[in-house]
Structure formats: structure tokens, C-alpha cells
């Protein structure tokens, strides 16, 4: 018998984060059971949805605003083009004003539509939380 003939075995168990994920995607593949979305999910879309177009409006309309306004003072800084700049200048400041009222009233529609769902969640994922 010949000693330097020696079996080796490691093993390494996969984290418990690694094994979560490992879970996550044997799930995403599995036909016979399909993909059941979480409570806490479900809240964080909701809550993303009554919040993302109020911010999107807003940045757009912040941002166009002042890219007018500085269109506006390059035209009289540097094409002395006083009276179009100074239109142009004010009307940029009036949209990048205008962006707040809009983000609150585009918000306040959010809450309203999906409210009334995301309270219901919040409620039932605080009962189970007590409960536990």
C-alpha cells in the first residue's frame, strides 16, 4: 500500500447572503412555482410609483428652466441682444420656479392614487412585525 496516496476533501458552505441569492435565482427559474411578490416589495413599488413622475416632471422642468436662463443672459451678456435676452432669461426663472409647485402637486396626486393601498400594506406589515 502506497502512503503518498492521500485523499483530500474540503468544503465550504455558501454564506447565508450567498445562499439567499443562490434562492433568489433557483426561484426566477423553477416553472412549477412562480414568483410570489413579498409585502415589503410591493410597498417600495407603490411608493416609488406615487413619487417617481412628480420627480421627473420636476427635474425636467428645473433643469429646462435653467438652461433658458442661461441662454437668456448669454444672449444679452454676449450677443448683446438685450430685449429677447431678458425675455428669454425671465422665462427660464418662471419654469425653474414653477418646479417645486409642480413636484407638490404631482406628488399629491401620487399619495391620492396609490395611498389609500400603501397605507393597507403598511398596516399589515406593522401588524405582522407586533404579531411576531
Excluded: C
Excluded at 474540503?10 to 410570489?36: D, G, V, W
Amino acid at each position: 500500500m502506497n502512503i503518498n496516496n492521500k485523499f483530500s476533501y474540503t468544503y465550504s458552505a455558501p454564506t447565508e447572503e450567498e445562499r439567499r441569492e443562490i434562492e433568489e435565482i433557483r426561484r426566477a427559474y423553477t416553472a412549477a412555482e412562480p414568483r410570489k411578490e413579498n409585502k415589503l416589495e410591493r410597498l417600495r413599488a407603490l411608493h416609488q410609483r406615487a413619487q417617481r413622475p412628480a420627480l421627473i416632471a420636476a427635474l425636467s422642468l428645473g433643469i429646462a428652466g435653467v438652461l433658458l436662463f442661461g441662454l437668456g443672459m448669454s444672449m444679452t451678456l454676449v450677443w448683446d441682444l438685450f430685449a429677447g435676452g431678458i425675455a428669454v432669461a425671465a422665462a427660464g426663472l418662471a419654469a425653474a420656479i414653477a418646479a417645486r409647485p409642480v413636484f407638490g402637486a404631482l406628488l399629491k396626486r401620487g399619495k391620492r392614487k396609490y395611498g389609500a393601498e400603501i397605507l393597507r400594506l403598511t398596516d399589515e406589515l406593522l401588524q405582522e412585525k407586533t404579531d411576531a
